[in-house]
């Protein structure tokens, strides 16, 4: 479990010896096998599919199967804008789907509502409710663009740590596994942000 | 001739309880000792695509919807039956051809009574 000496570790691969920890093979497996919720929300969906079609070809990073049921998923893209009616929803599949699991927020709309922000049904962002892992910008932004957010989806997979004090927050017992589901109200979603995920940006006048 | 001729079942039936079985140890073993399972009530509800899901999912059906297994079977199932008939219409045996009928006049007494009761009416 413990860190390997890098020299040593060199040493050995040298003599044709590899060497791994049990942290390194769980990441090895669990990054290169992520396996994404299968559903669209707007026209970056549009990106998304194209990304999965064979021209882009998401099953080169090991994301090709598109699960259609959270249960199965491991990775949730936003694509697309969330509508104030569609939040209560996503917030309850993120919910749904087991640990551990990741969000990348595609596209303008899904990280701050977008050209559509001023709209009085747009969610400014699903980071309000969920916490996001990656995201992208552009409207929308192209495949190449996705890839790469799953490639830094990867590298911080890899990062995360098994054991010890800085251990992921999916292994720590502690962390909330659920998300509490905005309910509608009388002219907003009730509560307007999750206020343990999402601290609204302060501007300091002097 | 080896004196065991059967032992290689034994050997697979051992491999086969082996392989499902070990990898339900293996994951027990990584729940026991690295990641805690963090259930919630949100999290075990029925997956219903996000939405709340309402009610019972062993609800029954009324009786009436028999009308609609009936037109079903007239306008569908006996489509399914009709050209297979067709194509091989004049290569059939007098049996078959009895046989088919039967069933043709059946679901035809059907469709009578079903047009009789009204049923094909657009606007009830």
Redesign the interface.
């Known amino acids: 479990m413990s860190d390997i000496d890098e020299g040593l570790r060199s040493e050995l691969q040298r003599q044709g010896i590899w060497v791994t920890s049990m942290q390194e093979l769980y990441n090895w497996g669990r990054k290169n096998s992520i396996w994404p919720l299968q559903f669209g929300l707007a026209c970056c969906a549009i990106e998304m599919i194209a990304t999965a079609a064979s021209r882009y070809d998401i099953a080169r990073f090991g994301g090709e199967v598109f699960r259609p049921s959270p249960r199965q998923a491991d990775l949730m893209i936003v694509a697309g804008t969330v509508t104030k009616k569609m939040a209560p929803q996503i917030v309850r599949l993120y919910n749904q789907m087991p640990d551990p699991k990741y969000v990348i927020s595609m596209g303008a709309c899904a990280i701050s509502g977008g050209p559509f922000k001023q709209g009085y049904n747009v969610l400014k962002g699903i980071d309000r409710y969920i916490p996001v892992d990656v995201y992208i910008p552009g409207c929308p932004p192209r495949p190449e663009a996705l890839l790469h957010a799953f490639m830094e989806l990867q590298r911080k997979i890899d990062e995360q740590k098994l054991t010890g004090p800085r251990k992921a927050e999916h292994l720590d017992p502690d962390q909330p596994s659920e998300f509490p589901v905005p309910a509608f109200g009388a002219h907003d979603l009730e509560p307007a942000a999750n206020a343990d995920v999402f601290r609204p940006p302060t501007m300091e006048r002097t | 001739m080896t004196p065991h001729s059967y032992l290689f079942i034994v050997i697979f039936l051992g491999v086969a309880l082996l392989f499902p079985i070990m990898p339900l140890i293996l994951a027990w073993m990584w729940r026991r000792f690295?990641?805690?399972p963090?259930?919630?009530?949100?999290?075990n509800?029925t997956?219903e695509?996000?939405?709340?899901s309402i009610g019972e999912a062993q609800i029954q059906f009324r009786s009436q919807y028999y009308l609609y297994a009936i037109i079903f079977l007239i306008f569908d199932v006996e489509a399914v039956f009709l050209v297979p008939f067709a194509v091989a219409f004049t290569g059939l045996p007098i049996g078959a051809f009895v046989a088919i009928l039967v069933f043709l006049l059946l679901l035809l007494e059907g469709l009578v009574w079903a047009w009789g009761k009204g049923c094909l009416n657009w606007a009830r």
């Not at chain 2, 963090?38 to 999290?43: F, N, V, W």
């Not at chain 2, 695509?49 to 709340?52: I, K, Q, R, S, Y």
């Open positions: 690295f990641q805690p963090r259930p919630g009530a949100e999290k509800a997956y695509c996000g939405v709340e």
